[in-house]
C-alpha cells in the first residue's frame, strides 16, 4: 500500500466556488504529480513538481494551480469551479531525483461541479 | 466535464486464458517502462516495470516485453482471473532526469465467465 493519501475522495460543489484538493505523501518523494483522468479516458498531466518551491504545468491545459511549500505536500487549487471542472483528480508521486523509480498513486478525488 | 482524449480501447477474454496487452510508446529516449492497472474508482496500481537494458521480466502471472527497435511494450497475463478486470496502462520515463511519467491511452480488460 503506497502511503500517498488525497482528500477529500469525493466532492460535490457549486459553480464559482473555490476549492483545494489535497494530497500528501510519507514516503520523502521528491517528484509529485497531478492527472486529470475523465470516466473511461486516459490519464492526462496537469501539474507537476521537482521539489520544494518548484512547480510545472503539463501536457494539458488546467485552470487550476499548485504549491509545493512542504515536501509532503502538494495541494491543487481552483479558483473559481465550471461545471467543466468535472473530472477525477489523482495525485501521485516517485522517488528522488537522480533515482528512477515507478509513481505511486493516491485514490483520486472524483470532482463534481454543479 | 469535458472528455478529451480517446475512449480506452477494449480487450475481452475468457477466464483462464492468456491476455495480452499492447501499448506503443512514443520516446526513443526512454529508459524505463511500467505497466499499471486501474480498478474502477481507484488510482493506477503498479504491476510491472522493466529497464531498457532488458526485453523480458517476469512477475507472478504477468510478463513484460520490451521491444526497443518498435517501441513497443506488452503485458502477458496467464489464466486471466475476474480480478484481472481493469484498465491497464503502460506509461515511461526518459531516465533519472525525466520530467514526467508519459502515460499510453490504455485498454479496459474484461474478462468473461
Known amino acids: 500500500e503506497a502511503d500517498i493519501y488525497q482528500t477529500p475522495r469525493y466532492l460535490v460543489i457549486g459553480t464559482g466556488k473555490k476549492i483545494t484538493l489535497e494530497c500528501s505523501q510519507t514516503m520523502g518523494h521528491d517528484k509529485m504529480y497531478w492527472y486529470q483522468q475523465d470516466p473511461g479516458m486516459e490519464l492526462h498531466l496537469i501539474h507537476y513538481?521537482?521539489?520544494?518551491?518548484?512547480?510545472e504545468k503539463g501536457d494539458l491545459s488546467s485552470e487550476s494551480t499548485v504549491s509545493r511549500i512542504r515536501t509532503e505536500h502538494f495541494p491543487l487549487t481552483l479558483e473559481s469551479a465550471r461545471p467543466s471542472h468535472t473530472s477525477q483528480y489523482l495525485c501521485?508521486?516517485?522517488?528522488?531525483?537522480?533515482?528512477?523509480?515507478?509513481?505511486?498513486f493516491g485514490q483520486g478525488t472524483r470532482l463534481t461541479v454543479v | 466535464g469535458e472528455s478529451v482524449g480517446l475512449h480506452l480501447p477494449t480487450l475481452s477474454v475468457q477466464e483462464g486464458d492468456n491476455s495480452i496487452i499492447n501499448c506503443a510508446y512514443s520516446?526513443?529516449?526512454?529508459?524505463?517502462f511500467i505497466w499499471y492497472k486501474q480498478e474502477s474508482g481507484k488510482g493506477p496500481q503498479f504491476i510491472i516495470d522493466i529497464r531498457s537494458n532488458m526485453d523480458k521480466r517476469q512477475g507472478q502471472r504477468v510478463t513484460v516485453l520490451l521491444n526497443k527497435t518498435v517501441k513497443h511494450l506488452s503485458l502477458q497475463i496467464a489464466a486471466t482471473q475476474p480480478g484481472d478486470s481493469a484498465v491497464y496502462f503502460c506509461?515511461?520515463?526518459?531516465?533519472?532526469?525525466?520530467?514526467?511519467?508519459?502515460f499510453g491511452p490504455g485498454t479496459r480488460l474484461s474478462v468473461l465467465p
Open positions: 520516446n526513443s529516449a526512454s529508459d524505463y
Open positions: 501521485a508521486s516517485s522517488g528522488s531525483t537522480g533515482s528512477n523509480t515507478e509513481a505511486f
Open positions: 506509461a515511461e520515463n526518459m531516465g533519472n532526469y525525466g520530467q514526467n511519467f508519459v
Open positions: 513538481s521537482y521539489g520544494v518551491n518548484s512547480t
